[in-house]
């Protein structure tokens, strides 16, 4: 028995680096590990929802697309700026950031790309 007691000091003793750097690394990983699912139960997704600004500036820019066409009922299926290069789905929370007199409405996706606007990045489809 003291021989194989013996023999383990003496295996600790030859990898204690190994062993020391083997532990270390599962410490960190577990407690990484941990701090993620911590931090990302904070950062829970809600879902989107149309507040009241998303509505007025939608409807902004509807009324001005209906006032250069009053013979065209249209509905404005994208939104952008007219000093901007991007086009935005109404839902888009970046619509907010436009200021309501600088919103130009789009019939339709082809319509934006038409006018030489390119699809926002940051918003789904």
């Known amino acids: 028995m003291k021989k194989k007691i013996d023999g383990i000091k003496i295996f600790f003793k030859k990898n204690e680096f190994l062993i ?6 599962i410490v960190i990983g577990w407690s990484s590990f941990s ?40 509905r404005c299926s994208y939104v952008g700026s007219v000093n901007g290069e991007k086009f935005y789905p109404p839902t888009c929370p970046s619509v907010n950031k436009i200021n309501p007199k600088n919103l130009t409405c789009f019939i339709s996706e082809k319509d934006a790309l038409d006018k030489g606007y390119t699809r926002t990045k940051s918003c789904k489809y």
């Not at 020391?20 to 690394?25: D, E, G, L, N, R």
């Not at 904070?42 to 149309?50: A, N, V």
């Not at 939608?58 to 001005?64: S, V």
């Open 20 to 25: 020391i750097s083997i532990v270390a690394f």
């Open 35 to 74: 701090f993620g699912l911590i931090k990302g139960a904070e950062f829970k997704k809600s879902p989107l929802q149309i507040n009241e600004n998303n509505s007025k500036a939608i409807i902004c820019a509807q009324e001005k697309l209906f006032n250069a066409n009053p013979k065209e009922n249209t």
